[in-house]
């Protein structure tokens, strides 16, 4: 099997001993541009570029807000893909989204589209693998990976089907709930992580709880890296793109070991 940018890069990366440090920033927030290559410059290995959405399931308050300012705005799909094209920062870029805007726009479309403003892959929260098959579809022939989501609550049987549908890396969600900062690793973040590597060579990363660089470490300790979103947002509101560079260094830091 050939693996598309995202995931030769994570393979290559964990063979030789990095731990992969994905941050997560709002689409057309102000500043968003800037936070990227901040990220990137800091130690990022991807990054995660969230598509605002007027009802976001799966996000918290932080990121509800960075999402509502950003429509706010007027930003669009379209208008983070334009702008994302002049990126160029070296890394992978994958987009998280609701199954809504790609429905919207169409599977097939929706692929080019992202190929065009040189993104690798797609994170598509609500969609669950039963219905995954016409997006995957669609998105395996223009070269685009889906990254997979396994929930805390997926039972045995369920982990490698995941798992093998998954391209680029293996979300594994932390914990039960929505995205935003919290006081310590819930203990289901390293429990799902060893289940998932028992069962898949894709590399495992937790997202959803990682809330400050001793949480990433921790994480890390099972996992081969770490999505942060909402510490990310808020600094990225309250502090300008310069916090983020600033606090992806940190967390870079603290998962080199």
Known sequence: MTFGRMETEFRAKRE????????YVTGGLT????????????????????IPFSDPVMDGPVIQEASQRALDAGVTPLSIFEEARE???GIPLAVMCYYNTIHHAGH????????????????VPDLPLEESGLWCAA??????????LAAPTAPDERLPRIAARSRG?????GLLGVTGE??????????????????????????????????????CMVADGVIQGASVVRRLMDGGPEAVGEYVAEVRAAITF
Request: glycine share 8%; charged share 20%; net charge neutral.
């Open 87 to 89: 990126l160029e920062v």
């Open 31 to 50: 500043g968003w541009q800037q936070a990227i290559r901040a990220a990137a410059d800091a130690g990022a290995d991807a990054i995660e570029i969230g």
């Open 182 to 219: 919290r006081l310590s690793l819930a203990a289901s973040a390293t429990a799902l992580a060893k289940r998932l590597k028992a069962v898949t060579d894709v590399p495992v990363l937790v997202g959803v709880g990682v809330s400050n660089a001793a949480q990433a470490r921790e994480a």
């Open 108 to 123: 097939e479309r929706f692929a080019y589209q992202l190929v065009s403003a040189g993104i690798s892959a797609a994170i």
């Open 169 to 173: 890396f293996l979300y594994s969600v």
């Open 16 to 23: 030789q001993g990095r731990k992969l440090l994905v941050p």
């Open 139 to 148: 998105a395996d022939a223009a070269g685009i990976e889906t990254v997979m």
